[in-house]
Nanobody, 123 residues
Framework: QVQLVDSGGGLVQTGDSLRLSCEIS????????VGWFRQAPGKEREFVAG????????SYTDSVKGRFTISQDIAENKMYLQMNSLKPDDTGLYYC????????????????WGQGTQVTVAS
């Protein structure tokens, strides 16, 4: 069983930066994938960034490329999302998620979810 606790959200201004954290407990294997998703009011949850726990594969949704960076600390079992140059369109509830493989994660077939952390970007 894997448990995720995400944190780090807040209210910021356009152009500001935030770093989200996801603390992972339980057994996680190199073939697992971890990532970040977000859900804006009235919209479906969307994939933001993801990578295999081994670090071999990484991907981002087009709208955050060049601004967001996903990373992990394997020794600490933590995952991060560094978000720079934030825009109002980045506003939403951000969730960390984990899946047993990368294909499932990218398809949003997430096996374990964090509870969500709110990011609000004011214009």
């Amino acid at each position: 069983q894997v448990q995720l606790v995400d944190s780090g959200g807040g209210l910021v201004q356009t152009g500001d930066s935030l770093r989200l954290s996801c603390e992972i407990s339980g057994r996680i294997f190199g073939t697992y994938a971890v990532g970040w998703f977000r859900q804006a009011p009235g919209k479906e949850r969307e994939f933001v960034a993801g990578r295999t726990w081994s670090g071999r594969s990484t991907s981002y949704t087009d709208s955050v490329k060049g601004r967001f960076t996903i990373s992990q600390d394997i020794a600490e079992n933590k995952m991060y999302l560094q978000m720079n140059s934030l825009k109002p369109d980045d506003t939403g509830l951000y969730y960390c998620g984990a899946a047993v493989d990368y294909t499932r994660l990218i398809a949003k077939r997430v096996d374990w979810w964090g509870q969500g952390t709110q990011v609000t970007v004011a214009s």
